[in-house]
């Protein structure tokens, strides 16, 4: 028996496995028993009802999709009636994730939902929808220092603050979440991306721009998650195109703490499930007791002294 | 053949699950006119607990010259416990349904499913009228069989391109339905006459509720018909999706409750809604 237990600072996950932010709703309660999972994650809310952006919301390039949701959001209010009772029913860590249009916003809708029935708070400082021309905080680090120390004063939750690839600062980022407070990262959010009807010559998505999930992704976000385990001591959740045990792996490898399966979920509604029966197969064939004994294990010291370390472009 | 199923249906949490992620096998995968196929599937009967105007989402296959990613909805022509068959009616239009067309028999085919709110068909409703055209047929056959094994009376409006392009008369003529045939090459599928069709029905007293599936004009024209006439009337909506299951948002429609626009999603609390909460888009 293979022990799936991982931390992410002081909460502690039965398994590694939890979904992505925006993947994942009461709905898929009638697909799969939520109580497999190592925590739920929340659709991100806002403190104010939003509609969220015009059709068509979503389109595919090859292997992978884009989308434009927005934050649809009903409102803080039927957050905290509705959504957080009905997770209660389960024995699972739940992490609500949070956006707002400004630093006093977040903290404001911090304070709100660090009610009991909330494990850990998920910053979502990345989305590159909200903003105007997709602008986000967690893609400077003077912004995201100055979200993240006003949502620290907000709560004494555990605060995750997701980054954005939309960057070229990751790990000047990093660094100043886990300065002002941040207990994890989860890496990445969705990078900022484009496809046009060359027929219609209009651009696939209604809100012209939006986030690229699914494979295509996992290279990158995997880069990602790399350098902040290398920059940070905090805990690193890899979150990007993972669709296979073998996905889950590479990011363990490369240093996630615990991951995070999106886009898959789209295709197989089971597949966090599976991944978690894959792992334990897979880990039992390795004999590798603990996945802590993965975590990190990225065997990257034979790299030569010319190598120019993590920049972000070779 | 045997029917294999995916573990989780054994291992379910029973308090809520009744949506199924299986593998069903191709029995057939037939043209039935020049632009649309018919595509059988064997499926476990346990999926088969359909309401009409329901739908399931497909996983259609990645071949070397079609890689569609996400799934596709589309609305249950048929479904059968007794012969653990599940029937869709599709047009080839895009990567999806060319990867679909192409499937043989045999040939695995995952779907998630059954999904979304179908229709209603209330006690004090004896007669129905259904207004459909091209691929909206196949979302109103399902609806048809239900009608007939409650014992309701049935009039069936199918609008076509041509005589030919004309489909699935046999089948509502076989679920007892009057079936009024309109086509564009005859002159009969305006909007004029559709309205004079339908108005006849109601002044024979054939009308207590109107059905129809993803036309703006035929939309329109039963709001205005069901507003003068105050009947009740129903309508099945499509919209992209990229789930299904109602997590992601993708497929939000604006809808008229009671004079509020409210956004609901197409998947979950669709694809049926009241014809006059529809608006036309």
Same mark, same amino acid.
């Given at each position: 028996m293979v022990n799936l237990k991982t931390k992410i600072g002081e909460l502690i996950l039965k398994n590694p496995i939890m979904p992505a932010?925006?993947?994942?709703s009461e709905d898929l309660a009638e697909v799969l028993d939520l109580n497999k999972l190592g925590a739920h994650v929340t659709k991100t809310i806002t403190e104010e009802k939003r509609c969220g952006n015009p059709s068509p919301r979503v389109c595919e390039v090859s292997g992978s999709m884009l989308n434009s949701i927005g934050i649809p959001s009903k409102g803080i209010e039927y957050?905290?009636?509705?959504?957080?009772?009905?997770?209660?029913?389960?024995n699972v860590p739940l992490i609500v994730s949070i956006s707002a249009q400004t630093s006093d916003g977040f903290a404001r809708i911090c304070e709100r939902v660090s009610v009991p029935g909330v494990d850990a708070i998920e910053v979502n400082i990345s989305c590159p929808n909200i903003e105007e021309d997709g602008k986000a905080f967690a893609m400077r680090p003077s912004t995201t220092q100055s979200v993240m120390t006003k949502l620290r004063s907000a709560t004494d939750l555990p605060l995750w603050a997701k980054l954005s690839p939309n960057t070229g600062e990751t790990i000047e980022v990093a660094m100043a979440a886990e300065e002002s407070g941040a207990d994890a990262l989860v890496v990445s959010n969705t990078m900022l991306s484009m496809a046009i009807d060359i027929h219609s010559r209009k651009p696939k998505l209604g809100n012209l721009m939006g986030g690229l999930s699914g494979?295509?992704?996992?290279?990158?976000?995997?880069r990602m998650a790399y350098q902040c385990a290398k920059s940070v001591s905090i805990p690193i959740i890899g979150c990007g195109g993972i669709s296979t045990v073998e996905d889950i792996i590479e990011y363990l490898i490369a240093g996630a703490t615990a991951i995070q399966v999106g886009t898959a979920t789209f295709i197989n509604p089971n597949a966090m499930v599976t991944l978690l029966a894959d792992l334990e197969n897979f880990l039992q064939k390795q004999n590798i007791q603990n996945i802590s004994d993965l975590i990190g294990s990225v065997r990257d010291e034979d790299a030569t002294d010319d190598v120019v370390f993590m920049e972000t472009a070779p | 053949m045997t029917i294999q199923q995916l573990p989780n249906i054994e291992n379910a949490s029973p308090a809520t699950k009744n949506i199924y992620e299986v593998d069903t096998f191709v029995k057939s995968n037939t043209a039935i006119t020049e632009e649309y196929r018919l595509l059988i599937l064997e499926a476990p009967k346990t999926i088969l607990n359909c309401q009409p105007g329901q739908f399931f989402h497909l996983q259609c296959p990645v071949t070397r010259s079609h890689q569609p990613y996400l799934r596709r909805p589309m609305s249950i022509y048929s479904y059968s416990q007794q012969d653990c068959e599940l029937q869709f009616l599709f047009k080839v239009t895009g990567e999806g349904t060319q990867a679909l067309s192409e499937l043989k028999n045999g040939d695995t085919l995952n779907v998630l499913g059954?999904? +979304?709110? +179908?229709?209603?068909?209330e006690p004090e409703w004896e007669n129905l009228l259904l207004l459909a055209r091209g691929v909206g047929l196949a979302t109103l056959a399902p609806l048809a069989q239900e009608a007939n094994r409650l014992g309701k009376k049935l009039t069936a409006i199918c609008s076509a391109r041509s005589p030919n392009a004309l489909m699935s008369i046999d089948y509502f003529k076989d679920m007892g339905a009057d079936v009024i045939t309109i086509t564009d090459t005859e002159g009969t599928s305006t909007l004029d006459n559709m309205r004079h069709i339908i108005e006849l029905k109601i002044s024979q007293g054939a009308v207590d509720v109107m059905y129809t599936c993803g036309s703006n004009r035929m939309l329109k024209l039963l709001q205005e018909i069901g507003n003068l006439h105050s009947l009740p009337g129903e309508i099945a909506l499509e919209q992209q999706m990229a789930c299904g299951l109602g997590m992601c948002q993708c497929c939000v429609r604006s809808f008229n409750r009671c004079g509020v626009i409210t956004q609901e999603r197409v998947c979950r609390e669709g694809p049926v809604f009241k014809i006059q909460e529809a608006m036309p888009w």
């Open positions: 932010s925006g993947t994942f957050f905290i009636d509705t959504v957080i009772p009905f997770y209660s029913q389960y494979p295509s992704l996992k290279p990158i976000a995997l | 059954p999904l +979304g709110v +179908g229709f209603s068909i």
